[in-house]
């Protein structure tokens, strides 16, 4: 069975702050991982995808990488703004290859202070 | 542009009776999932369908039915609402080894 977890579960930072979100996963065998961020009330909207078979990926401030041997995935945040405040989610696909499922981590609540 | 639309963005309904709610794309994906999310936890995968394929997760109550007559469209219907039921439900489409595209959601409450 696959288990995502995410630490710390919120997070307050004052703005221009750098950070790390943490993500582990209890099974290496993951087909990709994405992270999400969703807002109060909203849907969710992918922010970085990485193939198990790569490290990092970059999009603007943020850069995630994956380590599969060790379970875990980070998501950076450099310079952070009050409009990153939000839910980050992480998320594998487990189980099946390209036709498994996410299995979802319960999430980061970041609040930016400015 | 928005590429995955559900409607209504907030459903209310009477304890008991049946209510719809839909769920379109405009990406072509040939993978949709419905997930059932509750305030302050991860989403949770009810079902989804592979093409025509239904899969339904083993855990999901049998009050939860879904359709998809075409790629574009998928609805999942919730035969006699509880209270429990109660949460947001998230579409999501996704193709190959691209990203998930998720929808805004639809906000149920049950009175």
């Known amino acids: 069975k696959q288990e995502v977890t995410q630490i710390p579960a919120a997070l307050s930072v004052p703005e221009g702050e750098n950070l790390v979100l943490n993500c582990s996963f209890t099974d290496s065998a993951i087909y990709n991982l994405q992270w999400f961020r969703q807002d109060p009330g909203k849907g969710l909207t992918s922010l970085l995808l990485i193939q198990s078979s790569q490290r990092e990926q970059t999009s603007g401030r943020l850069n995630a990488s994956l380590d599969k041997s060790s379970g875990r995935s980070t998501l950076y945040i450099a310079a952070s703004q009050p409009g990153d405040s939000a839910t980050y989610l992480c998320a594998v696909i487990w189980g099946g290859g390209s036709q498994g499922n996410l299995i979802f981590g319960k999430g980061t609540k970041l609040s930016v202070k400015p | 542009d928005a590429m995955v639309i559900q409607n209504p963005r907030y459903q209310v309904t009477q304890f008991g009776k049946p209510v719809t709610l839909s769920c379109s794309q405009t990406l072509n994906h040939n993978v949709m999932y419905w997930y059932q999310q509750k305030s302050s936890q991860a989403p949770k995968l009810l079902f989804h369908?592979?093409?025509?394929?239904?899969?339904n997760e083993a855990d999901t109550p049998d009050n939860f039915q879904s359709r998809r007559p075409n790629t574009s469209f998928c609805f999942l219907d919730i035969r006699s609402p509880g209270l429990g039921d109660a949460a947001m439900y998230l579409c999501?489409?996704?193709?190959?080894?691209?990203?998930?595209?998720f929808g805004d959601g639809t906000r149920l409450s049950i009175l």
């Open positions: 999501a489409t996704r193709t190959g080894n691209q990203p998930q595209h």
């Open positions: 369908y592979y093409d025509k394929d239904f899969n």
